[in-house]
């Protein structure tokens, strides 16, 4: 009889290891950021959109994106808040299966050069009053010494006063 | 030219948060038996097998290998799908084309998850691109407090709506024995006592996580005119995919969901959705999804569907009925949740679904499943052969 | 500038998981961490006598009902040695090790597990060998700790 009975389970942790290859476009970009704490975009010679991170292909027109330089051009970081969200409860982080502490922000950016960008807004918690749509925004990015290339390289968008 | 195909039988499990009295396989022997018992036809009968789930939720993989022994499947053809959200949907696709083909006249779709077993929300995050987002995703909860905000602001909803429509779906789903989720909710306030998990996204506003297995069995015309169920037709369907929301870079849209509505509909000859179609089960992951989904697939225009909310029209007995099952925001095994979209539009068109059948007279069903983001299915049913 | 393209991304995945055995597994798995005993199931319909356990025969889905109190002993169908070390929690023990193929008399199916206790090239098919159980019992496959020769 089901009932009273102890149902038993398992429990394991499955950890796996990867080594990912960036390839040359995300490669790049990725060690723009790690050099000069640059974000680089590139424009598709195809249909005009600009594609960040810069990809082999546009996925729309499906046009080839030219190696760096040709047609890459760095941004300035700076740019306007368009959306936000306050995340109120713990996330883990798949990486490491810690919990992040929360709460904290994460922005939608539209960088000055025509661009979508998600991120955190900074440097804490910021009150719901001081947010709205359209206030300047810009890219805090770590000292040289603790960027490794990664998009966390960038520590947040803080909002320009004034 | 492809053959015609039927669903002659559904199944699925009494979806529940934990299930620990059956493991994985079982749990999907349990919407297969249901599935022949329904259909009336033996496990012997079953040529083909589709069998799907979104892997990382129960960390075992190769699905189609450990489930063989459990769904009957041990010896015969069949292939695993895995398409995340959409995965339910997929697998319907995949047995209709198994039998349109003519390579198979009878074969079995299952679809399951045993969601408590991992961490949903870790689950879902590797669905992003490690090299890009994955270090700023917050899951699906994210992606849907976003989308409400969005919705808001662009149509003027106020924040209420949210509990609007899962005052509906509860009442829907307290009416169908196999829903997981089937709260009381005397009304729009008591909803709007649920705390926040993402403002203005609360708990009530948002699917959960559910454990469940779902089944159809799909046959050939021939086959399906021999059985002694009413067989339910397959009109068409449509897969869609569009460009991944994470590379987008935060901006919103439906580009995908309008896509594939407007595809099936036009060739279909469906030029007014609400009144052609009886019946709609649709995938939509949170109460303010179903509502800009509506309007992108085309039902009613930008911003109407929160008004025709507010006057009850998507009540299952009223005018349009949407998602007379308590739709995915009551039930929610990923890998199972499209397929029960298209087995529940299969129970009303047959008139089966027994205290949730719809009003109307049920003709054609619409089903959908959706995947993040930026993936769809949909499924056209017709309850006659023409 | 020298070219700072990154070549490689390292990244780890680590998720934490729950499985759980069911209620006919479970029963399976709490006979033998608090009696010691190894149970199998019958299938009414072909006969057959499942080791572990299961719900439905995998031949015909009948339910399988009749319990059956398995020996510890049983005989060598298959086995291997492995030698090759790799990545974390994913191994039982430190190679190198012996699994081997085991069918418990009056078993159908055969049970995947340890072999200790004898000298790797000694191990031969059709070998009789029981289990040695574990003196502390978690309810899960190593409560069965190995198997070994059995004379």
């Known amino acids: 009889m089901k009932g009273q009975e102890e149902l038993l389970g398992q429990e394991r942790v499955l950890e796996v290891r990867f080594r990912w290859a960036a390839g040359p476009y995300l490669g790049r970009f990725l060690g723009q950021l790690k050099e000069e704490g640059v974000l680089w975009a590139v424009r598709c010679s195809g249909c005009g959109r600009i594609l960040m991170p810069p990809r082999i292909v546009c996925a729309v027109c499906y046009t080839e994106t030219p190696m760096f330089p040709n047609g890459w051009f760095p941004l300035s970081g700076r740019g306007t808040l368009v959306d936000w969200e306050r995340i109120i409860y713990p996330q883990m982080d798949p990486e490491t299966g810690q919990l992040r502490p929360e709460p904290y922000i994460h922005g939608t950016f539209m960088l000055d050069e025509g661009v979508l960008f998600t991120h955190y807004l900074g440097p804490e918690d910021l009150e719901e009053s001081r947010l709205r749509e359209g206030l300047k925004v810009e890219a805090v990015i770590k000292d040289p010494r603790e960027r490794v290339g990664k998009l966390t390289d960038i520590k947040y968008f803080r909002i320009l006063e004034g | 030219m492809p053959r015609s195909t039927a669903i002659v039988g559904v199944g699925q499990t009494f979806h529940r948060a934990r ?64 398409t995340g959200g959409t995965t339910g949907g997929t697998l319907a696709c995949v047995a209709f084309e198994f039998v349109a083909s003519g390579v198979f006249d009878t074969v079995m779709a299952v679809g399951f998850e045993k969601q408590s077993e991992g961490d949903t929300r870790a689950g879902l995050k590797t669905v992003s691109d490690p090299l890009w987002i994955r270090w700023l995703t917050t899951g699906a909860i994210g992606y849907f407090s976003r989308q409400a905000r969005y919705y808001m602001r662009e149509t003027g909803a106020p924040e209420a709506m949210g509990s609007v429509v899962r005052v509906r779906l509860a009442q829907h789903a307290r009416r169908n024995p196999h829903a997981h989720l089937r709260m009381d909710l005397k009304g729009v306030e008591e909803a709007m006592e649920a705390p926040y998990l993402i403002p203005p996204l609360r708990q009530t506003d948002m699917c959960p996580a559910s454990e469940g297995a779902c089944a159809i069995v799909v046959t050939s015309e021939e086959v399906a005119k021999r059985m002694p169920r009413k067989p339910v037709w397959v009109k068409d369907w449509i897969t869609v995919h569009k460009e991944a929301m994470y590379i987008r870079g935060g901006r919103h849209s439906v580009a995908d969901l309008e896509m594939a509505a407007s595809k099936i509909f036009k060739r279909n000859g469906i030029s007014k959705p609400m009144e052609q179609i009886s019946v709609a089960e649709i995938y939509a992951p949170s109460t303010w999804a179903e509502l800009e989904w509506l309007e992108a697939y085309g039902f009613c225009q930008k911003g109407q569907a929160w008004r025709l909310e507010e006057k009850g029209f998507f009540y299952l007995d009223r005018e349009f009925p949407v998602n007379p099952s308590g739709g995915v925001v009551c039930t929610n095994p990923i890998g199972a949740t499209g397929l029960i979209r298209v087995a529940e539009c299969a129970l009303q068109l047959r008139g089966d679904a027994g205290e949730h059948q719809i009003n109307r007279r049920p003709t054609l069903g619409f089903a959908t499943a959706w995947g993040g983001s930026g993936w769809t299915v949909a499924v056209l049913l017709s309850a006659t052969k023409q | 500038m020298v070219d700072p393209t990154i070549q490689i991304v390292n990244g780890r995945l680590y998720g934490p998981y729950h499985n759980w055995y069911g209620a006919v597994a479970s029963r399976f798995f709490r006979e033998l961490r608090d009696n010691g005993l190894i149970l199998g199931n019958r299938c009414g319909s072909c006969g057959k006598v499942f080791l572990p356990p299961r719900s439905v025969c995998p031949g015909c889905l009948s339910d399988i009902d009749e319990w059956v109190e398995l020996p510890s002993i049983g005989t060598l169908t298959a086995y291997t040695v492995v030698y090759y070390s790799y990545s974390d929690h994913c191994q039982p023990k430190q190679p190198p090790y012996a699994l081997g193929i085991i069918r418990l008399d009056g078993a159908d199916t055969g049970l995947c597990h340890l072999l200790e206790e004898v000298k790797f090239e000694e191990i031969r098919i059709g070998m009789k060998v029981e289990a040695v159980f574990s003196r502390n019992r978690k309810g899960n496959i190593l409560d069965i700790a190995y198997f070994k020769p059995s004379f």
Request: contains cysteine; charged residues 25%; glycine residues 10%.
């Open chain 2, 19 to 82: 299930r620990p009295d059956v493991n994985i396989g079982e749990l999907c022997t349990e919407s297969v038996k249901a599935a022949l018992e329904d259909a009336r036809i033996s496990i012997k009968d079953v040529q083909a097998f589709i069998v799907g789930n979104m892997e990382l939720f129960e960390g075992r993989y190769v699905q189609d290998m450990w489930q063989a022994d459990f769904i009957g499947a041990a010896g015969k053809p069949g292939i695993r799908v895995t």
